[in-house]
């Protein structure tokens, strides 16, 4: 059997249908499939490769602590952990940070800490946490709850309780959602997996108020939208917003898995020992990849250049007669198409040499934070073409 077929027989067809190719290997913005055919990369797996296919700073870190120290567990110290840690929180202004192994883990971890902040404060009953319609959170059977899409809410019952979904950019519906129960708000300032749909100033604005008027934590889900993605290290600094607790991961590990929950010095002691923990949260491997994307991301101009390819792949793309409009900031965009569907154009563009992804009846680009504009010019070509 080949690759397809052992995976088609051994592997749980959840994700089905995958799209035919077998990616073997890559280098930087170019991946290879195993017959040594090369592909263009607007999507970075899903926003996680941000400097693209085996970066070489990012591989000697990762080689070198892989080679000296793989995993130790959290009865421990380790250097890598320390180091992100104190990273993350420079760049931010948080104070401290959790670290998991995913983004549904993230949001765990700040769902938890939300709850407990209110418990050690009010007492029980005050657990409410309001999220967004179309937004995604994570497959665990809390992220889902948490998940503001009906879609998610079938086969798995009961479903964890306490959430409650308001219309993104309603401010009436939520401010009838603060009744009193609610103890933290959870929100992507760009809904990604949603369509690539920011969230109106106004509303993110009146939300903060409600929040801080009402001593209720404000999440911000920045899994897809931090590390740089947007133009900024957080989506929040385009709202002018610190949130009380932040979540990362897709993009961090720059291709490994790590997830992290950020908490502001109002929150940073409520998971105390024995309330939370990971096996595998903190790997020094992953953290060591972490560092590196971290270094260079906020390296001196840098995200100017993520801002300004974006202007630039917007003003290519705004050329193209099927393009009807495009969303979203920095290297995360969405392109509202006028007749083709997009998982279409998703499997023409893989035929022709380019991967992209969707986000609901969108084309969603997430190429690498690194990408050269010689190579943006190469794959908007591919979609120009397909587009036709
Ligand atoms: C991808 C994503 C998640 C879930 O991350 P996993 O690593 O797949 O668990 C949660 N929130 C947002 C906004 C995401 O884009």
């Known amino acids: 059997m080949n690759t397809k077929e052992k995976t088609d027989k051994h592997i749980m067809n959840s994700y089905a249908p995958r799209l035919d190719i077998v990616l073997d290997n890559g280098k930087l913005r170019e991946g290879v499939n195993d017959n040594g055919t090369k592909y263009i990369d607007f999507g970075s797996g899903i926003g996680t490769n941000s400097l693209g296919f085996c970066d070489g700073d990012w591989s000697a870190a990762v080689c070198a602590q892989v080679q000296s120290l793989q995993h ?21 202004g948080m104070s401290n940070v959790f670290f998991g192994n995913s983004g549904a883990e993230a949001n765990e971890c700040a769902i938890k800490l939300a709850r ?11 657990h409410t946490i309001i999220t967004l319609k179309n937004s995604f959170h994570g497959r665990t059977l809390c992220t889902i709850s948490a998940t503001g899409q009906d879609a998610f809410h079938n086969y798995f019952f009961p479903f964890v309780e306490g959430f409650v979904h308001v219309s993104a950019d309603s401010i009436d519906e939520m401010k009838q959602a603060f009744n009193g129960t609610v103890c933290a708000v959870l929100l992507e300032f760009i809904q990604g997996e949603g369509g690539v749909v920011p969230l109106d100033e106004a509303f993110v604005r009146e939300t903060v108020k409600l929040c801080a008027e009402n001593d209720v934590l404000l999440i911000a889900d920045e899994i897809q939208t931090g590390v740089g993605r947007t133009g900024k290290f957080l989506a929040a600094e385009h709202y002018g917003v610190k949130p009380d607790v932040i979540t990362l991961a897709k993009g961090l590990g720059g291709g490994l898995p790590i997830g992290v929950c950020l908490a502001t010095e109002k929150c940073k002691d409520v998971l105390n020992p024995g309330t939370h923990g990971s096996t595998f949260g903190g790997n020094p491997v992953s953290c060591a990849g972490g560092l590196v994307v971290t270094e260079k991301v906020t390296a001196h101009g840098f995200l100017t250049e993520v801002s300004a390819k974006s202007e630039y792949i917007k003003n290519k793309l705004s050329l193209i007669e099927e393009v009807k409009s495009v969303s979203g900031k920095g290297l995360m965009l969405g392109i ?15 035929g022709h040499g380019l991967l992209v992804l969707t986000a609901k009846e969108k084309v969603r680009l997430l190429p690498p934070l690194n990408i050269t504009y010689e190579e943006i010019d190469k794959g908007l070509k591919i979609l120009q073409d397909v587009l036709k």
């Open 72 to 92: 130790t567990s959290n009865y421990y110290y380790t250097k890598p952990q320390a180091e992100l840690a104190e990273k993350l929180c420079e760049i931010t």
């Open 336 to 350: 509202e198409l006028r007749t083709k569907t997009a998982g279409d154009v998703v499997k023409k563009a893989l």
């Open 116 to 126: 407990k902040y209110s418990f050690d404060k009010y007492g029980k009953d005050r």
